[in-house]
């Protein structure tokens, strides 16, 4: 490959009807559980499925102009919906322009007929957090816990520098490159995805990583992502969140109206870690620390810079990581939980972790200039 090839692809739009071949009726009516959609953008070569999440499945994949390897996820927009579309796209717009090494970069959109948009991003291959758990079968010791923090934190006050909130973190949205960088995913166009899809009483997502103010339908700011880094944070070091074997309604009540969840073994934990946790689980957002105040943290006083590390862990285990995922043409099933373009780990069958809407949510997936990070 050319020095040329290598080069990131410049960010751009694009709406077309152009495409490998004309959509059947399954892709027209929304289905996209195939291995390979007849609505492929012309320009990428897919290679294989990586997951399927709430709004679409994700494929990694390859540009053809520039030989770049990408993520294009695959989503399925209400029919009908031109609005919707429209916000999407000023969406993607806007954070074609984020640039920060702990944030995914979004490279290209495209919209292929009337309900089917594709999202070109910057591909990790080392999986997410939660696939790094899932085949280690292991909780991440306490170093590499401080380490993915403080780089989540990086990240999330650029976002909040830019009046962006993200939303939606979680182990399966804070991804691992090769080299053991840490970056957000699934941020921005998965807040406006589910504006437009609780307006249509359809699905919101899981409620395990809410903050109480986002349940209670208040106005929120940037800290409903400490609460979530929180709750990851638990995720990271018990394997799972806080209340996963709870039927999803019944955590949306607990949430609000039970005691913030701490780490189940205190004695495995180091007091800065316990109070870390502690901090960001504020019930009261008023209370709850901003980006800024968490990072300057105890807990990250210690040694932070663990990249050598998770490099080679996830480089020890690049071939489970694979094995989550298989090849275009592959019989095997993939986990239909996931987000972002990761492999979510298996998670309980039951009670199941996802919620209807009743439509009511509200979602403010920006900060004003007077609320901050």
Known sequence: MSSSQQQQQQPSTSSSSKSKSSPSKQQQDGDDDVDRPPDCPENLELVERLGKGSYGSVYKARDRDTGEVVAAKRIVLPRQDEEGYRAVQ??????????????????????????????????????????????????????????????????????????????????????????????????????????????????????????????????????????????????????YPPRWFVHPMRVLFMIS?????????????????????????????????????????????????????????VRENLDALYALHAPLGSTVEKDDAGGAFSWNRSRPAEPGATLESSGSLVIHDTISEDEGG
């Open 90 to 239: 000023r969406e993607i717009s806007v954070l074609q322009e984020c640039k920060h090494p702990n944030v995914v970069r979004y490279k290209a959109s495209h919209k292929l007929g009337d309900r089917h948009l594709w999202i070109v991003m910057e591909y990790c291959a080392g999986g997410s957090v939660s696939d790094l758990i899932n085949v280690t079968d292991k909780p991440l010791p306490e170093g590499l816990i401080r380490y993915v923090c403080s780089e989540c934190l990086k990240g999330i006050e650029y976002l909040h520098s830019i009046s962006r909130i993200h939303r939606d973190i979680k182990c399966s949205n804070i991804l691992l490159t090769e080299s053991g960088e840490v970056k957000l995913a699934d941020f921005g166009v998965a807040a406006q995805l589910t504006t437009t899809m609780s307006k249509r009483n359809t699905f919101i997502g899981t409620p395990h990583w809410m903050a109480p103010e986002v349940i209670r339908e208040s106005r929120y700011d940037g800290k409903v992502d400490i609460w979530a880094l929180g709750i990851s944070a638990i995720e990271m070091a018990e394997k």
């Open 257 to 313: 109206k039970d005691p913030a969840p701490r780490l189940e073994d205190q004695a495995q934990w180091s007091k800065g870690f316990q109070d870390f946790v502690r901090r960001c689980l504020l019930k009261e957002a008023r209370m709850r620390p901003k980006a800024d105040q968490v990072s300057s943290h105890e807990f990250f006083s210690g040694d932070c810079d663990r990249k050598d590390e998770v490099r080679e862990l």
